[in-house]
């Protein structure tokens, strides 16, 4: 009798013991992990980004790039962009950065 506590007993703690292991250690079953989002991909080439918004000081998808509303505002800053081009960065719509860019922007920093 008492063995068959000892070894129920026992199976009880490798079972509590494996569940612990595997609480702590999801990722090893592939489920409850925590997982990274996947990337997002706005764009792979430059023609998939367009400039946007009233003053065209945004850079968006092309296929946003219409329904994006702003208001109608013109800071001077927004002067540099004709010195750059919105373009695929990195798989983002961005501005891109170059050395005129820059410069221009060194006037507004304050």
Same mark, same amino acid.
């Given at each position: 009798?008492?063995?068959?506590?000892?070894?129920?007993?026992?199976?009880?703690?490798?079972?509590?013991?494996?569940?612990?292991?595997?609480?702590?250690?999801?990722?090893?079953?592939? /489920?409850? %992990?925590?997982? !990274?989002? $996947? &990337?997002? =991909?706005?764009? +792979?080439?430059?023609?998939?980004?367009?400039?946007?918004?009233?003053?065209?000081? /945004?850079? %968006?998808?092309? !296929?946003? $790039? &219409?329904? =994006?509303?702003? +208001?109608?505002?013109?800071?001077?800053?927004?002067?540099?962009?004709?010195?750059?081009?919105?373009?695929?960065?990195?798989?983002?719509?961005?501005?891109?950065?170059?050395?005129?860019?820059?410069?221009?922007?060194?006037?507004?920093?304050?």
């Amino acid at each position: 009798m008492h063995l068959k506590l000892e070894i129920a007993g026992a199976i009880v703690i490798i079972i509590v013991l494996v569940g612990a292991f595997f609480y702590l250690r999801p990722d090893i079953l592939g /489920i409850m %992990a925590e997982k !990274e989002p $996947a &990337p997002v =991909i706005e764009c +792979t080439m430059n023609t998939d980004c367009a400039p946007a918004g009233c003053s065209n000081q /945004i850079c %968006a998808t092309a !296929e946003k $790039a &219409p329904t =994006i509303i702003t +208001t109608c505002e013109f800071r001077d800053e927004w002067e540099c962009l004709a010195k750059t081009s919105c373009g695929c960065v990195k798989n983002k719509c961005a501005w891109k950065d170059n050395p005129e860019y820059q410069q221009c922007m060194e006037k507004f920093k304050g």
